[in-house]
């Protein structure tokens, strides 16, 4: 059962556009919405956060739109650049003590590539 | 800046052999997971530790697969007998806690194992 539904894909998107992927959730017990950037042959790295209690956050060109209503919430990058080339992946954190605490649940991934 | 180790970084075997993965979480870090990622999609968690404790083990298959935190600091994870299946990216990830901004993971670069 996948917890976190991530599209599209794959996004091809020239320099200087705007990217977005989507991601959505069923489960309303995650207290936390991380992105992560892969790039090949390593591991993940936290690009940017939210809580759903706060609607967006920015941090530089990188923007999370949370819609809690939804159970969506999406990664913007503006500007886009070839250096932004890499697998996002969307991932939600489970809340409740157990076994679910502090356990992320990815998506399947989106695969970006920018073209100069 | 402290980084999550793993080794080895590859790994060729024949289907049957045994193999093993090591991880050393950043120091002070309680809390350690091993995921597993196959190509083209996200990480999906196999076992979680609390210290020297499991905490979360229900998707690890038990039959083939075993990890230990013997000491609470760094972590085993072995498959005996290796299948053609479990070709994947094993990705260790270590966080201070499971909640707030202590449950902030970070991942190490992964052990890219192939299975002959």
């Known amino acids: 059962q996948q917890q976190v539904k991530q599209s599209p894909q794959s996004l091809i998107v020239q320099k200087g556009g705007i990217s977005i992927i989507n991601c959505a959730y069923e489960?309303?017990?995650?207290?936390?919405f991380p992105w992560y950037q892969q790039f090949p042959g390593k591991g993940p790295a936290l690009l940017i956060a939210?809580?759903?209690?706060?609607s967006e956050k920015k941090e530089g060109r990188f923007t999370i739109s949370f819609n809690k209503s939804a159970k969506q919430f999406s990664l913007h990058i503006m500007d886009s650049q070839p250096g932004d080339s890499a697998t996002y992946f969307c991932?939600?954190?489970?809340?409740?003590?157990?076994?679910?605490?502090?356990?992320?649940?990815f998506g399947r991934g989106t695969q970006l590539t920018v073209w100069p | 800046e402290a980084e999550v180790a793993q080794s080895p970084r590859y790994k060729i075997t024949e289907k049957s052999q045994a193999v093993a993965f090591w991880c050393d979480p950043i120091?002070?870090?309680?809390?350690l997971y091993w995921y597993r990622q196959i190509l083209g999609q996200g990480p999906e968690l196999l076992v979680q530790?609390?210290?020297?404790?499991?905490?979360?083990d229900s998707q690890l298959p038990k039959d083939r697969f075993s990890a230990e935190r013997l000491k609470g600091v760094d972590s085993t994870l072995k498959i005996q007998p290796a299948e053609l299946g479990d070709s994947a990216m094993y990705l260790c990830?270590?966080?201070?806690?499971?909640?707030?901004?202590?449950?902030?993971?970070?991942f190490g670069e992964g052990s890219r194992l192939t299975v002959l």
């Open positions: 990830a270590s966080s201070l806690g499971t909640g707030g901004r202590t449950g902030e993971l970070f």
């Open positions: 991932a939600a954190r489970g809340a409740y003590r157990g076994s679910t605490l502090g356990r992320l649940y």
């Open positions: 120091s002070g870090h309680a809390t």
């Open positions: 530790f609390q210290d020297e404790s499991v905490v979360d």
């Open positions: 939210i809580r759903p209690d706060v």
């Open positions: 489960n309303t017990a995650f207290d936390y």
